[in-house]
């Protein structure tokens, strides 16, 4: 079993294949944390809890005069609470009906429940009865009715922990909620690293690691979307801790929206993590019997460093939050018309461009913006998505039909949470709009936003989006967001809800994309948020692949892409071969380097067919062919990074098939050395009985390879995995900048 109680019914105990995690009921009636980390038995750990006198750390009232040693400011907590005592930060917040504001929660029961919990109106991870447990703790403050139920789920095989958090008012009066939470997580020691990813608009993702310092550090968005500042997922790893060795944890909240992840070291050496919505601008009220469901955040733990952490992830996300027909499914390669034509095109442009894309081997056209209204820039139209017939040059459903006739599948892009001011909608509906009354909004490309906590909202972007999908036989969607939400007013709430504006917003989106997705299951649904703002768990919930950035540079893209690698699985990540020079940084690299880097995602195109010499095409067909091949492992393989784009003078990164089979492994030099140090790959993942032969893909070799490689590399040599994994080899020279190597490692067999 997953879930051990003990038989005083005091201690719980969750144990997963490879983690263990406690927490315990004291005589007091408080749930304390005692355990988190590598398996261990199902013993009691708060034996081990050290409690003293801390000078102006104060006593609870029930304990006594004379307990000096029990308060709730040095107490490892399951869930904290603002106001009693506990002068850290806190999972709990409340304003109760006399303005006071204190919540006192003491443990009241539990039950524990075959399969997965779900939550009503929010993303969160699913399982089989068979796969999973979940735990279901009480807590209840006397006082003011208060109840807030920590929901566990458990998945087993897959280190997986789910935390999640009901929160119901069960008193008389009503309650506001100021802080809530869906984390509360207490280490008695340890030397931990803080690693998170920050980054901006067209350069997201980058890692950052700090040593956790006494003080509080956190990070968080409150910009109505996860953001490209800071992304919902972090890891806390013991110092020292690198790929492959240490103690490490990983903690990602299942949002879209505004949140605040925060860890601080205490006076005692104690660290704390909490992880929720941002109370920035956060304030919700629960009359009597009304509850609130908080967002999820899946945790789990690895004693084999980050790159388990990263597995544990990929696989929980691919498995148990992707969800649909795309899910086991290869996503078409595709063109996207963005890079090629930008707002100046006719339909017949169109069709040329994807005549041309399909005799190569490409699968799915993408009409990028500019179809709709009177789009022909980023300052009008949007809202009205009207096929502008005058310029495609006739009904998007007879391009949709001259397309298809090229032997390729139909896709839009499409912004349905944003309003032009100068659009028939925004003329129509004014109301519509997020705006604060009396005050001029903040405009973001002079576009403003729809508000999706309105029902009457949703229900026309579904209607509208259900009526293009249906007309003109769309199997993808791009669905993008191009702004930051500020302004944050709703006109159907009342002033004192106001500060549930930005949780009602999310949850109106998730209505939609709930609807949409279930409507039409066959339709590719990928996220963007201008790029990488919106690149978290909850929309991979509904979309099974985000738009990494809008930054499409091979080069920019290592890093980007990278830190991504993290938190999130390779299938997730949108990824295209791009023109050059590049559009955002003018830089030129090789073809050849640019489909290297997004067959590391989803793989399409992103440039003008037409501008191609004949030999850059016959290349794009052996992309293709190779893709295709290797899409499974590269989809659902296991992932390694081998080296950082931050380290030595070239990227690698390797793909391995979850049976030891075969592998492949991507090189990306950053620059040409002059007598370089050679760059060695240990690939993992491979049978250490079995041998394999490594191949150099012959489609790379633009500038004559053969000359590069070194001495210990030969093209079908025979190598063990455990020479593989131990020693490694040598990837080839870089003999012009930016050169990329793709090697594949297959299982070799006697006579086959």
């Known amino acids: 079993m997953a879930i051990v109680i003990n038989e005083n019914g005091n201690t719980f105990t969750i144990q997963t294949k490879n983690s263990t995690y406690q927490m315990k009921v004291d005589k007091y009636d408080v749930l304390l944390h005692t355990y988190y980390g590598e398996k261990t038995d199902n013993t009691d750990k708060s034996v081990f809890s050290y409690q003293a006198d801390r000078g102006f750390s104060g006593n609870p009232y029930h304990v006594g005069k004379f307990d000096r040693t029990y308060s709730m400011d040095s107490l490892p907590q399951e869930y904290s609470c603002f106001g009693v005592g506990d002068y850290r930060i806190t999972a709990l917040r409340v304003e109760n009906a006399d303005g006071s504001q204190a919540a006192d929660l003491h443990y009241t029961g539990y039950s524990i429940e075959k399969g997965k919990y779900c939550i009503e109106g929010l993303p969160a991870v699913y399982a089989e009865n068979t796969q999973a447990e979940t735990l279901i703790i009480q807590l209840q403050d006397t006082c003011n009715g208060l109840e807030v139920l920590l929901y566990y789920g ?55 690691r700090a040593k956790i310092h006494h003080g509080i550090q956190s990070i968080g968005s409150v910009r109505g979307i996860s953001s490209h500042q800071y992304n919902p997922f972090v890891m806390l790893c013991e110092s020292g801790a690198n790929e492959t060795m240490g103690s490490c944890y ?123 209204g009177k789009r022909d820039d980023d300052n009008t139209g949007l809202g009205d998505w009207i096929p502008n017939e005058k310029k495609l040059g006739c009904s998007l459903k007879k391009l949709s039909k001259r397309i298809m006739a090229q032997g390729m599948q139909f896709g839009i ?117 201008g790029g990488g703002a919106r690149f978290d768990v909850g929309m991979l919930y509904y979309t099974p692949q985000i738009w990494g950035s809008d930054n499409t540079d091979a080069i920019e893209r290592l890093s980007i892409q990278y830190g991504a690698s993290f938190g999130y699985p390779i299938c997730a990540m949108g990824t295209h071969v791009s023109a050059v020079p590049n559009h955002q940084t003018g830089r030129v690299t090789p073809l050849s380097t640019r489909a290297c880097m997004a067959m590391s995602g989803t793989f399409g195109y992103e440039l003008d067919i037409a501008e191609l010499t004949e030999q850059q095409k016959q290349q794009i067909k052996k992309q293709i062919t190779a893709f295709k091949e290797y899409s499974p492992m590269i989809q659902f393989g296991d992932y390694y990074r081998i080296t950082s784009p931050m380290g030595k003078n070239a990227t690698v990164w390797e793909f391995v098939d979850k049976k030891g089979k075969e592998a492949l492994v991507h090189a990306i030099y950053h620059h040409v050395e002059s007598n370089p140090v050679p760059v060695r790959a240990k690939v993992y993942g491979l049978k250490d009985s079995a041998m394999y032969q490594l191949v150099l893909n012959p489609y790379f070799d633009e500038k004559c390879p053969e000359k590069s490689l070194p001495y210990g590399f030969r093209d079908g040599e025979l190598i063990s995995g455990a020479t593989l994994r131990q020693v490694g080899f040598v990837i080839p020279n870089a003999v012009t900048d930016f050169q990329a190597w793709q090697i594949y490692i297959k299982e070799y067999k006697k006579g086959k």
């Open 154 to 208: 458990v998945i087993e095989e897959l280190d997986i922990i789910t935390r999640a958090v009901k929160i119901i008012n069960k008193g008389k009066s009503e309650i506001t909620l100021q802080k809530a939470a869906s984390v509360n997580i207490d280490w008695d020691d340890g030397d931990f690293d803080l690693i998170s990813f920050y980054g901006r608009h067209g350069m997201e993702m980058n890692l950052q």
């Open 250 to 372: 990983g903690f990602s909240f299942v949002y879209s929206g505004e949140f605040l992840i925060e860890v601080e070291k205490d006076q005692i050496d104690r660290t704390r993590l909490i992880c929720g919505i941002h109370d920035n601008n956060f304030k919700w009220t629960l009359q009597s019997n009304d509850s609130l469901w908080l967002p999820e955040v899946i945790m789990t733990h690895s004693k084999n460093g980050m790159s388990g952490i990263s597995r544990n992830f990929h696989n929980v996300i691919r498995e148990h939050i992707c969800r649909g027909e795309w899910k086991k499914k290869r996503r078409p390669i595709l063109i996207n018309s963005w890079e090629a034509v930008y707002f100046d095109f006719t339909g017949d442009m169109l069709v040329e461009l994807a005549k041309e894309s399909a005799k190569l081997g490409i699968e799915l056209f993408v009409l990028d913006d500019g179809w709709f």
């Open 413 to 529: 892009w499409i912004e349905p949470e944003s309003i032009s001011e100068d659009s028939d909608l925004y003329r129509k509906y004014p109301e519509w709009v997020v705006k604060i009354p009396n005050r001029k909004p903040c405009l973001s490309r002079n576009q403003l936003i729809l508000d999706f906590s309105r029902k009457d909202v949703q229900d026309y972007i579904i209607e509208t989006i259900s009526n293009l999908i249906k007309e003109a036989s769309i199997s993808y969607i791009k669905w993008d967001f191009n702004r930051a939400i500020c302004d944050k007013y709703s006109n159907l709430l009342r002033p004192e809800q106001q500060g549930e504006f930005s949780h009602r917003y999310l949850l109106g989106l998730y209505r939609v994309l709930e609807k949409l997705t279930t409507d039409f299951p066959e339709v590719l649904f990928e996220s963007c948020g």
